[in-house]
């Protein structure tokens, strides 16, 4: 808002000269909201500005500059070869393995965690004795670092440990398997742990939700004559919808940019049969100084996950966020 | 509405600007981390002695040093072995504030640090003792000294020996006799050997001693030069080794198995005896230490090299090794300090200590070897005197890339060994 457009909201000229004294009192007190609202959101927006150009925009900016470079790490930025880092990406095959197995997880996440996840809240938000333990438990694993939970399944999943004693003891030896040496298997192997770990964040978002669908609708359905499972169909999951879109955009952006159980179980081997596109990254860009080339790799996952989150936003996300991100405001 | 927006946008974009010229300027400032205040040096050293002994022999090391110096102190910095040599010394050559002395291997991976312009040419503050040195002509780039070798390593077969007695396998000289072994353990219910192949490069000491073995060394040499595996001896290396893993040598699921992590690593199985063996480099006693309770290693292992391959082009006894050295960066002054320390380091006193606790193969001056403890390691060290030739191993004689290249080639080979597979191992260095 400009100044002119205050001065013309304000009371007018005439109003103002009413009194010599009212004048002059009056015109700072006036500005004196301004400039506080103005300083009030300088000192308020500029650190996370301050933090998100710093740390998010500029090293997008200057990765996506490496990218066009053949740079070890190491000294000057002067050997400029244009598109090549990212045409050699798609020619390797082995990238484009890392940008199935990705999608894999991406899309065997959605479907197979959502429906998990959903049927486990419902069942969690019921009262039963022992609802606030069991609630516990289930989000124990998404507390855990991920990095433990790495570890830690990589002694269960090691040949004749703890799984495999397991499936023995319950005479179910015949399914174990080489779970994160065979190349068929690996990438599962990877997935089930990614469940363990993250089934519980999904469970907890949407018990949360759970709690702004209305009693009394239900209870109204109920009466008009619908059955438990009509009720959950069409009363619970619609008003429910809003939550479950947001646990899927943030579960298919945490796909796609999968890295730290994937490299601490397996590291996306064997033979490349679990990378994804972030371990590629780190393997032929990062380990093997080729700075340039890992920049190329990570703006073609920025490109992914940001089209992703635009076609989203646009065509998911917009009617629960309608007015707070679709509209400006103010 | 537009003006309020540019005064919040010129106010946060100053904002920025204050910040990061407030960052960069202090990392300029401080550049080598410990100036010379009052008169005093101050050196950072990182190094991979997480663990004791060799950790304790490092801190004595600075403590004898700094008793002798006093105007330089040194600021010990352990760090976790891959951590330190693949993503901390990288990043660091990069920033403005490398460690003033910081671990490397030599070969072409110490060339493409140099290339950072941070590494110091420390030639003329060595050059008095240098020719003393075993094998420091793997730390020089363009035929100048960036750094000095601290201990030497060869990769060869540790294995048990109670586990060789008791099933009554003799120590094979070459690889049929390695084969045959191979499957005798087997029978016995071990397996024979333990390989960390989840890591890499271990499957990588087997294809380069298959073309030690194949090669001629004038072959490797120019090879490994020209950054190109296309001669035909390293297809047969290639041949030869898909031979060997048919015989089915390793432990169940070794391709998900890691080298050195925990109990159920390739050395962790050796250790606690579920595998009879390992190809691996010098260090692994000190690693099966680390990952097992088994108290009795020491007399328990034993050591052969690299079996031989009679009627192939190479030769039969050279080995496949390195080293461990440290290199210099800083002001000319803390480069001086730092060849200093360097020089300590290799002096009879440290050197007896750093081979003494079994910990880091062969020492780099000849007078040291006697305090070798380890009896398999005294075996290892005796072989490394006769050995026709030693060979770097090739992922750290290559430049980084081509070095990871022919590692994952290796490893992709070892999974699925085929004619692709194997020509990619050829290319692999020249990968882009």
């Known amino acids: 808002m400009s100044r002119s457009t205050a001065l013309k909201a304000g009371p007018g000229p005439a109003a103002a000269g009413n009194t010599a004294a009212a004048g002059p009192r009056r015109a700072p007190w006036r500005r004196g909201p301004k400039l506080r609202k103005n300083t009030e959101l300088t000192i308020l927006l500029a650190p996370g500005l301050i933090l998100f150009v710093g740390f998010v925009l500029v090293p997008i900016v200057i990765a996506a500059y490496y990218s066009f470079y053949d740079w070890p790490g190491y000294g000057p930025l002067n050997h400029p070869i244009g598109l090549r880092n990212y045409t050699y990406a798609f020619e390797d095959p082995a990238f484009i393995h890392a940008i199935e197995h990705t999608l894999t997880l991406t899309v065997a996440s959605v479907l197979i965690q959502g429906p998990l996840s959903i049927g486990i809240a419902l069942l969690l938000n019921r009262k039963f004795l022992g609802r606030t333990f069991l609630r516990t438990v289930i989000f124990a694993p998404y507390v855990l670092p991920p990095a433990v939970t790495a570890v830690m399944w990589s002694l269960i999943l090691q040949p004749s440990g703890f799984l495999d004693q397991v499936f023995k003891a319950f005479g179910l030896g015949g399914l174990v398997q080489l779970w994160l040496a065979n190349t068929h298997i690996v990438l599962w192997t990877n997935f089930v742990v990614l469940t363990w770990q993250y089934l519980g964040f999904g469970i907890v978002l949407l018990l949360a939700g759970l709690q702004g669908v209305p009693e009394e609708l239900k209870e109204a359905a109920a009466i008009d004559g619908a059955g438990p499972w009509e009720v959950t169909r069409r009363i619970t999951l619609p008003l429910l919808a809003p939550t479950i879109r947001i646990w899927a955009f943030i579960t298919i952006i945490g796909s796609l940019q999968i890295f730290d159980i994937v490299w601490i179980l397996t590291e996306g081997g064997p033979a490349g049969s679990s990378g994804t596109i972030a371990t590629y990254m780190y393997l032929n860009g990062v380990q093997a100084d080729d700075f340039g080339f890992a920049g190329a790799i990570a703006v073609i996952l920025f490109a992914f996950c940001f089209v992703f989150a635009l076609i989203y936003q646009r065509f998911a996300l917009r009617r629960d966020t309608q007015g707070a991100l679709t509209r400006a405001v103010g | 509405m537009m003006k309020r927006r540019a005064v919040a946008a010129i106010v946060a974009t100053a904002a920025t600007c204050l910040v990061l010229a407030a960052c960069s300027s202090g990392a300029a400032s ?69 460690p003033n002395i910081y671990q490397q291997w030599g070969g072409g991976v110490l060339g493409q640090q140099v290339s950072s312009g941070k590494v110091d040419n420390i030639t003329s503050d060595v050059s008095s003792w240098i020719g003393g040195i075993t094998g420091a002509s793997g730390w020089q780039a363009k035929g100048q000294q960036y750094g000095v070798p601290v201990d030497l390593h ?279």
């Open chain 2, 30 to 98: 401080s550049g080598g981390s410990g100036g010379s205040g009052s008169g005093t040096i101050t050196l950072t050293w990182w190094n991979n002695a997480t663990n004791q002994p060799l950790l304790g022999v490092y801190t004595n090391a600075i403590k004898g040093f700094e008793a002798s110096h006093p105007n330089i102190k040194i600021t010990n910095v352990p760090i976790q072995n891959e951590t330190l040599q693949k993503t901390k010394i990288p990043l660091a050559l990069q920033g403005n504030n490398p």
């Open chain 2, 154 to 432: 060869i990769v060869g077969f540790w294995y048990r020996k109670d586990i060789f007695a008791k099933d009554g396998i003799t120590v094979p000289t070459t690889l049929a006799q390695l084969e045959s072994d191979d499957t005798k353990l087997r029978a016995h219910g071990v397996a024979p050997i333990a390989v960390g192949s989840k890591d890499g490069w271990p499957d990588a000491f087997y294809w380069e001693y298959f073309a030690l073995r194949d090669c001629p060394q004038s072959t490797v040499t120019s090879a490994i030069g020209s950054e190109s595996f296309s001669a035909s001896c390293f297809a047969t290396a290639s041949t030869n080794l898909a031979a060997f893993l048919k015989t089915n040598p390793f432990q169940t699921g070794f391709l998900g198995t890691s080298s050195q992590q925990g109990a159920g690593s390739s050395a962790g199985l050796v250790a606690s005896g579920k595998a009879a063996m390992e190809l691996q480099g010098d260090w692994d006693p000190s690693v099966m230490e680390g990952v097992s309770t088994n108290k009795n290693l020491s007399t328990e292992l034993g050591w052969f090299p690299f079996p031989q391959t009679p009627g192939s082009a190479g030769s039969q006894t050279a080995a496949l090794g390195g080293g461990d050295g440290y290199s210099c960066t800083g002001t000319t002054q803390q480069a001086q300090a730092c060849a200093e320390f360097l020089q300590y380091l290799d002096s009879p006193t440290v050197q007896t200590q750093i081979v003494g606790v079994g910990e880091s193969g062969e020492p780099v001056i000849a007078s040291a070897a006697s305090a070798i403890s380890l009896p398999a390691t005294q075996t290892a060290a005796a072989y490394y005197k006769t050995a026709a030739y030693s060979e770097l191993y090739f992922d750290t004689a290559l430049p980084t890339k081509p070095g990871e290249n022919l590692d994952t080639a290796i490893a992709n080979y070892f999974s699925a060994p085929s004619s692709s597979t194997a020509s990619a191992i050829a290319n692999s260095p020249q990968s882009p």
